[in-house]
C-alpha cells in the first residue's frame, strides 16, 4: 500500500505507533493557522563586536604611520613642542619587542608590559585605530598639575607624547585575539619623562587645549601602560 503524503511529514515513532496522530498533529496546526493563533518566537543572539582585524591604520603602513603622526603631532601644537618625525630604527625595535617578547604560550593574548629599552615608551591595548590610541594617551592632560610638575602614573603617556625634547617616534603593533584589540607600542627619542625636567618639558596648554580632543577620538575600553614606570590605566 502506498504511504500517505502527509504521514511524510509527521514519521511514526515506533512501527506500530499509529498514523492517526501525525495526521491530527498536522490538522491542529493547520487550525492554528487559519485563526492567526500561532505562535511566532523570536530569539535574539547577542555577539561581541568583531576584532578589527583589518583596521587599515594597524594594517596598512603609510596609513599607520599617518594616523601616528598626525594625532602626535596635533598635541604636540597644543602643548608648544615641535612636531616629531618617523624614525624607522624605533619602529623595528616596537616591532621586534612585540613579535618576540610580548607573546605568551597560548599565542592569543599579549603580554602588556614595559620592554626596558632605551627609549621612552607608550604602549596601548584594545584600540580601535591607531589614532585613538594616541588620544587615549593625550586625555591624561585632565590629571596633569601643573603646579606640581612631576611624574605621574596616570599621566605618563601624556607627557611623554608632548615631551618637547622628543624628535622621533616609531610604533609598532600586532593583533591580539584574546583580548580584542590591537596592541600599540610607540618608543620615542630623546626619551621623556626626565625626572626634574618637567616644568620645561610639558609646555602649557593653547587656546584652551587642556580637554581638547584630536581627530581619532573615540575609543573606549582601553588598556594603556604609560613610560617610566609601569602604571596600568584605563577605561575598565
Known amino acids: 500500500m502506498a504511504t500517505s503524503p502527509l504521514y511524510l511529514l509527521f514519521p511514526a515513532l515506533s512501527h506500530t505507533g499509529s ?14 493557522l487559519a485563526s492567526g493563533q500561532t505562535a511566532v518566537q523570536t530569539i535574539v543572539i547577542t555577539v561581541a563586536p568583531p576584532i578589527p582585524s583589518e583596521a587599515p591604520s594597524f594594517v596598512d603602513h603609510d596609513t599607520f604611520t599617518s594616523a601616528i603622526l598626525n594625532s602626535t ?20 625595535f616596537a616591532s621586534t619587542y ?11 593574548t599579549c603580554n602588556m608590559h614595559h620592554s626596558g629599552g632605551p627609549y621612552g615608551e607608550n604602549l596601548a591595548l584594545g584600540c580601535s585605530d591607531a589614532g585613538s590610541c594616541v588620544d587615549m594617551w593625550a586625555s591624561e592632560v585632565s590629571q596633569y598639575d601643573y603646579d ?5 602614573e596616570n599621566t605618563g ?19 591580539c ?16 619623562n626626565i625626572i626634574g625636567a618637567f616644568a620645561n618639558e610639558v609646555g602649557e596648554p593653547e587656546n584652551g587645549a587642556a580637554g581638547g ?3 581619532s577620538w573615540g575609543v573606549a575600553d582601553v588598556l594603556v601602560l604609560g613610560a617610566a614606570v609601569v602604571a596600568w590605566w584605563g577605561l575598565v
Not at 21 to 32: G, K, M, N, T, Y
Not at 157 to 175: E, K, S, Y
Request: aromatic share 14%; proline share 6%.
Open 19 to 32: 498514523r492517526i496522530i501525525p495526521i491530527l498533529s498536522l490538522l491542529f496546526i493547520l487550525a492554528q
Open 177 to 192: 585575539p584574546g583580548n580584542g584589540g590591537w596592541y600599540l607600542a610607540c618608543e620615542y627619542w630623546p626619551r621623556g
Open 98 to 108: 612585540l613579535s618576540q617578547h610580548s607573546q605568551r604560550a597560548d599565542g592569543e
Open 213 to 215: 580632543r584630536g581627530p
Open 73 to 92: 603631532n596635533f598635541y604636540r601644537s597644543n602643548y608648544n613642542a615641535s612636531s616629531v618625525r618617523w624614525n624607522s630604527t624605533l619602529e623595528a
Open 157 to 175: 603617556h601624556f607627557t611623554q607624547l608632548v615631551w618637547r625634547d622628543t624628535t622621533d617616534v616609531g610604533c609598532g603593533a600586532r593583533l
Open 148 to 152: 606640581n610638575p612631576v611624574f605621574g
